[in-house]
């Protein structure tokens, strides 16, 4: 399976609440990355937590990272029908490693905020 | 801010031609990376470099290569395409030392093949 795998598939809620998404992966990372995929347009990069960074905050988003557990989430608070869209995380290489070149994704969690 | 520039957005080509899209990184930055996203599929890693040398090499055909120039722009080159090439391909820029920063990602190119 990928390096980078998002739970749930599918998260449907109402304008208002919280959401949250669970990405894990398989090996050691200098850091891992959210990004947020509007259907059919780019991806916006939303926030990178750094392997010995446990926790960050960005406006209505809050990633956390347990490097123990190899799993990352992000917390989406008051969420609006803006946000709906589909979320992916993505991670880099090996820690240490001389690999700067490749950001590998998980399937990705499709966000529904209804009004 | 300037951002990663992709072109062109969309083409459409027939089976058996051939496809060069463009890249034009953030100023500065010395990585890019190509991703291949079918529909509805995550984004997969094609090829990435970094001071103008291959730096990564992921699931890129042998019908495709890819190279990034003196002034850091990359051409993604797919010749004798096949309807399974349609795809939206992005183009992501970031800075490769001292340690990966973020990785940011051009609006694509949507290729049809027909």
């Known amino acids: 399976s990928q390096q980078g795998e998002e739970d749930p598939q599918a998260l449907s809620i109402q304008e208002g609440e919280n959401a949250t998404m669970n990405c894990s992966y398989k090996?050691?990372?200098?850091?891992l990355q959210w990004y947020r995929q509007n259907s059919g347009r780019g991806l916006v990069h939303l926030i990178l937590?750094?392997?010995?960074?446990r926790e960050k905050h960005s406006g209505r988003l809050r990633v956390t990272l347990d490097t123990s557990k190899k799993s990352s989430s992000l917390l989406i608070t008051a969420s609006r029908a803006a946000d709906t869209a589909s979320y992916f995380c993505?991670?880099?290489?090996?820690?240490?490693?001389?690999?700067?070149?490749?950001?590998?994704f998980g399937q990705g969690t499709i966000l529904t905020v209804h009004p | 801010a300037a951002g990663v520039i992709q072109s062109p957005r969309h083409l459409i080509k027939e089976k058996r031609e051939t496809a060069t899209l463009k890249c034009y990184p953030i100023?500065?930055?010395?990585?890019v990376y190509w991703y291949q996203q079918g529909p509805g599929q995550d984004p997969q890693f094609l090829i990435s470099?970094?001071?103008?040398?291959?730096?990564d090499k992921g699931s890129i055909p042998d019908r495709f290569s890819a190279q990034q120039f003196s002034d850091y722009h990359s051409e993604l080159n797919m010749s004798s395409l096949e309807l399974g090439d349609s795809a939206l391909y992005f183009c992501?820029?970031?800075?490769?030392?001292?340690?990966?920063?973020?990785?940011?990602f051009g609006q694509g190119t949507r290729l049809t093949v027909v």
């Open positions: 992501a820029s970031s800075l490769g030392q001292p340690r990966l920063t973020e990785a940011f």
């Open positions: 100023p500065r930055h010395d990585t």
């Open positions: 993505a991670t880099d290489g090996d820690a240490g490693g001389t690999s700067y070149g490749k950001l590998t």
């Open positions: 937590i750094r392997s010995n960074e």
């Open positions: 470099f970094y001071e103008k040398m291959q730096s």
């Open positions: 090996t050691s990372i200098n850091n």
